[in-house]
């Protein structure tokens, strides 16, 4: 079977990981967890990354440090794995769902579109007119390594005191090359910034997640709540409710060992991307879709996309006719409106999503995929 994605542990992976058990560091302290940190920070050119379990729980302290509380609202797109919703829910807050742009991200124009016409000012906060309750953050999902487009929405933000938490889990090596943030990566752009480490991410740590900021305060009361919020550590003092979501050494090792290779992952990235849409590239009935052209792409995941006129369930066949051949391939999420726990949630003007994921397929991308592979899956795809 060719698989979707899987993790590419060539470098000093054994090593640091031994190193680890050999000295007795295994758990959330040690040289690892700092270094992987100070690496992060370094690499994203944020002022600090604070490590945590996953990237899921790395959103939810995240929002909880951009001020969402219990009954407040977030703005979030539709199309997104579930994590970040989920990370607004354990918040006590509600999603309000924004539709997808052709990158599959959060529609720029319609948030401005929403804040502008369905949105008030009030004493210092944004309410929506529709609810009457409080609108506190905004969450972008650079899904597959696509940069949101942020220029204007981080002013309008700005102004209407809504706090932008970035969901960078899949985007790490993804960097603006034009506007506002020209250089600037992704996830270092908002209030604070989430990656991911998952196994199936551009790099992984088994498990993990990080949270970006240039903010010192903010990034001091993160190291505190995802440690049990410790006053006193000896006294066992807490004045208030903390979180064991610290990363281990033995995970932080892996990621560094991982971060390490990097560079060498987002070259062999662009080559599959490459290998593919250049095959796509005059085909009638299939397209690779670009990347936004504003940004240096990770091209984490790569997306098959049908044209229009193709009927609704030939993803589901092709997905099928694929796995016989021994090619796995997943369908893009369902939407997030639609999910059972979220179903009473407002969404807006979702338009474009539904579309767009009736016609698209993720194809396997993995860093270790061979030339004759990636042949393979598109005669299959073809055939
Ligand atoms: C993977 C992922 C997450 C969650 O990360 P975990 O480390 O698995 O908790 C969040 N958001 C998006 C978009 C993701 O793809």
Redesign the pocket.
């Known amino acids: 079977m060719i698989p979707l994605s899987v993790p590419y542990l060539n470098g000093n992976e054994w090593k640091y990981i031994k190193e680890c058990l050999d000295t007795n560091w295994v758990s959330s302290a040690g040289r690892y967890v700092d270094l992987f940190e100070q690496k992060i920070a370094e690499y994203t050119g944020a002022k600090y990354a604070v490590a945590c379990v996953?990237?899921?729980?790395a959103?939810q302290v995240s929002l909880q440090l951009a001020g969402v509380q219990q009954g407040d609202e977030v703005i979030a797109p539709t199309l997104?794995?579930i994590?970040?919703i989920n990370a607004i829910a354990y918040n006590g807050a509600s999603p309000v769902f924004m539709d997808a742009d052709d990158f599959y991200n959060i529609d720029p124009v319609k948030i401005i579109r929403f804040i502008e016409n369905e949105t008030k000012f009030k004493d210092g906060f944004s309410y929506n007119k529709s609810s009457g309750n409080r609108i506190s953050a905004f969450v972008p999902?650079h899904?597959w390594g696509n940069a949101c487009w942020l220029d204007k929405l981080v002013n309008i933000c700005a102004e209407r005191n809504i706090a932008i938490v970035e969901?960078a889990?899949?985007s790490l090596g993804t960097r603006y090359t034009r506007g506002n943030f020209k250089d600037k990566h992704t996830g270092t752009i908002g209030k604070l910034g989430c990656i991911?480490?998952?196994g199936n991410?551009i790099i992984t740590a088994g498990?993990?997640?990080m949270i970006l900021t240039d903010d010192d305060e903010l990034a001091q009361k993160a190291r505190y709540l995802t440690t049990q919020a410790k006053d006193d550590p000896i006294k066992y003092l807490h004045h208030e409710i903390g979180y064991n979501f610290r990363l281990t050494n033995v995970q932080a090792a892996l990621g560094v060992a991982q971060l390490e290779q990097l560079p060498s992952i987002l070259e062999k990235k662009k080559n599959i991307y490459n290998a593919y849409s250049n095959f796509f590239k005059s085909n009638l009935e299939f397209s690779i879709p670009k990347p936004p052209d504003y940004a240096k792409n990770n091209h984490w995941l790569n997306i098959l996309k049908l044209n229009e006129y193709k009927f609704d369930e030939y993803i589901e066949s092709l997905m099928i006719k694929l796995e016989k051949d021994q090619i796995q391939t997943r369908p893009v999420w369902k939407l997030n409106h639609l999910q059972k726990p979220f179903q009473s949630c407002q969404s807006y003007s979702i338009e474009n999503a539904p579309s767009l994921i009736d016609h698209s397929l993720c194809l396997p991308s993995s860093t270790t995929i061979s030339k004759q592979n990636i042949k393979y899956i598109i005669e299959s795809i073809i055939g």
């Open positions: 996953n990237g899921t729980a959103l997104t794995f994590a970040p999902v899904v969901d889990s899949e991911s480490f998952n991410k498990g993990g997640g």
